[in-house]
T-cell receptor, first 115, second 111 residues
Framework: QQQVKQSPQSLIVQKGGISIINCAYENTAFDYFPWYQQFPGKGPALLIAIRPDVSEKKEGRFTISFNKSAKQFSLHIMDSQPGDSATYFCAASSYSGAGSYQLTFGKGTKLSVIP | DSGVTQTPKHLITATGQRVTLRCSPRSGDLSVYWYQQSLDQGLQFLIQYYNGEERAKGNILERFSAQQFPDLHSELNLSSLELGDSALYFC??????????FGQGTRLTVV
């Protein structure tokens, strides 16, 4: 019940194209859904996040779409650039009491944007 | 810069040895999480502390232990090291929003 399923495992997109990464969850207690971007040898960096009372959030070329009834959310990268080539992790967070949150990560998607 | 500091950045040690990884969370964050990431793998959750107390445990080996000190910094102790323990070890801290911020990691190489 604590799992977050992420797909695809890897993705190759042409420069200028749209990259789409999908995640699904089961636990309805999750109330915060962040996406992380990780370059090789670096720590994951918080990219964009959404709460379930919003169906879409956009920050620059990055958009999260959230479907509460289907328990799915996705990351769209518009006008993908070679510099976007990285591993992307979706995550889901639930409050575990006394100010503490529990984070569950998807297994990651390796994105390669080719010129 | 996430505000989470991990030391050392690199560590090379021999099998059977013991090492300590250190993490300083962002100012004001009470939660600290530890993750292990092997080559081209996902993030394996090890353990979470909140304000000095253990809150959640993941796939942490018995040879590994952690603690969070009163000043909120945390240490991950890895003992009886094996070749398979070679990995990137990340610490993250979170505020009371659910968002977690990661350090740059410690690359551990066991030879």
């Amino acid at each position: 019940q604590q799992q977050v399923k992420q797909s695809p495992q890897s993705l190759i997109v042409q420069k200028g194209g749209i990259s789409i990464i999908n995640c699904a969850y089961e636990n309805t207690a999750f109330d915060y859904f962040p996406w992380y971007q990780q370059f090789p040898g670096k720590g994951p960096a918080l990219l964009i996040a959404i709460r379930p009372d919003v169906s879409e959030k956009k920050e620059g070329r990055f958009t999260i779409s959230f479907n509460k009834s289907a328990k799915q959310f996705s990351l769209h990268i518009m006008d993908s650039q070679p510099g976007d080539s990285a591993t992307y992790f979706c995550a889901a967070s639930s409050y575990s009491g006394a100010g503490s949150y529990q984070l569950t990560f998807g297994k990651g998607t390796k994105l390669s944007v080719i010129p | 810069d996430s505000g989470v500091t991990q030391t050392p950045k690199h560590l090379i040690t021999a099998t059977g040895q013991r090492v300590t990884l250190r993490c300083s969370p962002r100012s004001g964050d009470l939660s600290v999480y530890w993750y292990q990431q092997s080559l081209d793998q996902g993030l394996q959750f090890l353990i979470q502390y909140y304000n000095g107390e253990e809150r959640a445990k993941g796939n942490i080996l018995e040879r590994f232990s952690a603690q969070q000190f009163p000043d909120l910094h945390s240490e991950l102790n890895l003992s009886s090291l094996e070749l398979g323990d070679s990995a990137l070890y990340f610490c993250a801290s979170s505020a009371e929003t659910g968002a977690a911020f990661f350090g740059q990691g410690t690359r551990l190489t066991v030879v």
